[in-house]
T-cell receptor
Framework: NAGVTQTPKFQVLKTGQSMTLQCAQD?????MYWYRQDPGMGLRLIYY???????DKGEVPNGYNVSRLNKREFSLRLESAAPSQTSVYFC??????????????FGPGTRLLVL | KQEVTQIPAALSVPEGENLVLNCSFT??????LQWFRQDPGKGLTSLLL?????REQTSGRLNASLDKSSGRSTLYIAASQPGDSATYLC???????????FGKGTTLSVSS
């Protein structure tokens, strides 16, 4: 049981390049999330997926797209990377909040540097 | 808009000391509140989750309390150890929302 896995662990991009961050969970959770963490800003929600086939914008969605490929996988795509997207990206999963006591489980993060 | 504030931003204590980390929020209509631990360069690990109907949760040396009326939660760490050194994040889920809203964290350093 690996929990939440993310690839790659670290990536350097040039401005304008594109890339996809991968996330997978093996806990059979319905909900998945993408956050970014910046110094002094805390974690902020980019996109989330309440269930397979649905996605919704979070607090900071501009410049990103997501795909909920199946129940296990939720990918985040940067179409044209900008230096402002330099950050640490975390994927998380959980059961829906109508099941009391369910927490979110986080992956180890992807560190992205955009030059 | 819900805002979550954690004070202090950083805290240094000697080993063995009891300490309290604070979290405040502006909207009391929350579903639950969680405390997470984050080690440098790592992901987040959930420590305690308090449902809105609960007042506190305990796990080992950790005790988290919730006072919705005053918009406050505290994380109490008893007999601190160097291994407790990490950043502690408070996060809550609004009744109307579907994801967590995080504070900026308190970075704790426990010296031996």
């Amino acid at each position: 049981n690996a929990g939440v896995t993310q690839t790659p662990k670290f990536q350097v991009l040039k401005t304008g390049q594109s890339m996809t961050l991968q996330c997978a969970q093996d806990m059979n959770h319905n909900s998945m999330y993408w956050y970014r963490q910046d110094p002094g800003m805390g974690l902020r929600l980019i996109y989330y997926s309440a269930s397979e086939g649905t996605t919704d914008k979070g607090e900071v969605p501009n410049g990103y797209n997501v795909s909920r490929l199946n129940k296990r996988e939720f990918s985040l795509r940067l179409e044209s990377a900008a230096p402002s997207q330099t950050s640490v990206y975390f994927c998380a999963s959980s059961e829906p909040s109508n099941r009391p006591g369910e927490t979110q489980y986080f992956g180890p993060g992807t560190r992205l540097l955009v030059l | 808009k819900q805002e979550v504030t954690q004070i202090p931003a950083a805290l240094s204590v000697p080993e063995g000391e009891n300490l309290v980390l604070n979290c405040s929020f502006t909207d009391s209509a929350i579903y639950n509140l969680q405390w997470f631990r984050q080690d440098p360069g790592k992901g987040l690990t959930s420590l305690l989750l308090i449902q809105s109907s609960q007042r506190e949760q305990t796990s080992g040396r950790l005790n988290a309390s919730l006072d919705k009326s005053s918009g406050r939660s505290t994380l109490y760490i008893a007999a601190s150890q160097p291994g407790d050194s990490a950043t502690y994040l408070c996060a809550l889920e609004n009744q109307a929302g579907t994801a967590l809203i995080f504070g900026k964290g308190t970075t704790l350093s426990v010296s031996s």
